[in-house]
């Protein structure tokens, strides 16, 4: 018996493949927003820590690894061309167990997000419902090069970052809060354009109509680079305005590391992407906390 015949009659999952399945890798981005959110919120942390522990694994293995979950589920098809070797079309988590993990945590979602109170909650609700319309037929907002990524970069900055300063006020953000997370949140749509580079073949033979896939890896690479950055420029501009000159200083240090970054990016797209997503994103994101401090200290 081959081994693609003992993966394919397996009865269940196999407990390595259930935690690929969940892309630990995938939850930082929402983790590190929540906690810039609750760095935000300029109100004392301590006392607060169990609310921001909590939130921060709501956001990132429960929510985010449910949307992974969902979207190897609904991506079975793509995913058997662009990489055979992943959970699900290897066979390794057979039958219909994909989808009753994606239910599962979906469940479990809720109802850690009803421990954060009503605001926790609704954006909890928020955050599940963006994850299966991202995915899942007859939504499915990812055949959408400029939908997909931009539901998916306020799904993983914008939400949790509002949520983490709102769980911590108990009501809404203030106004300077929600507009950096959106502008964040904004820039992100980048990031997940350069992410879509992987899937270029499978994208092509099933319609997902990627800016990769509609423009080509130079063009998308160049959209991608200009909406991040756009996004930290007018970052810097809020805060010089909002009397922050030295943060927004520091934020255009990141920014102009990443340009260089994007210069590395630009010979070679979609050889280079990995690489960029590993090296401009840390500096996004470093970025992203220097802001946060910013908005603590104008609290």
Sequence with gaps: MTVSEITQSRLYPEPR???????????????????CGSVSAGVPLAGQWPLVV???????????????????????????????????????????WGLWIALA????????GWLLGPWGF???????IAA?????????????GWWGPGLVGLSYEGLPWFTGAAVLLSGPPRFEIVAIAALYAFGAHGIMTLNDFKALEGDRQHGVRSLPVVLGP????????????LAQLLVISLLVIWGAPWHALAVAAVLLAQIAAM?????????????????????????????????????
């Design 218 to 229: 130079e063009v998308a690479a160049k959209i991608a680079c200009t909406v991040m950055a």
């Design 105 to 112: 945590m979906t469940v479990l979602s809720l109802a850690l």
């Design 132 to 144: 299966w319309a991202y995915s899942a037929e007859p939504v499915r907002l990812k055949r959408s």
């Design 263 to 299: 210069r590395v990016l630009f010979r070679d797209p979609k050889g280079k992407a990995p690489w960029y997503n590993g090296t401009g994103v840390v500096l996004y994101v470093t970025g992203m906390m220097i802001a946060a401090f910013a908005l603590r200290g104008l609290a």
């Design 54 to 96: 909590l939130g921060m694994i709501l956001a990132g293995p429960v929510v985010c690894g449910m949307s992974q979950a969902a979207n190897d589920w609904c991506d079975r098809h793509v995913d058997a061309v662009n990489e055979p070797d992943r959970p699900i079309p290897s066979g390794r988590i057979p039958g219909r």
């Design 122 to 128: 609704g954006a909890t609700v928020v955050g599940v």
């Design 17 to 35: 493949a259930m935690l690929r399945l969940i892309k630990p890798i995938t939850w930082f981005p929402p983790v590190w927003a929540y906690l």
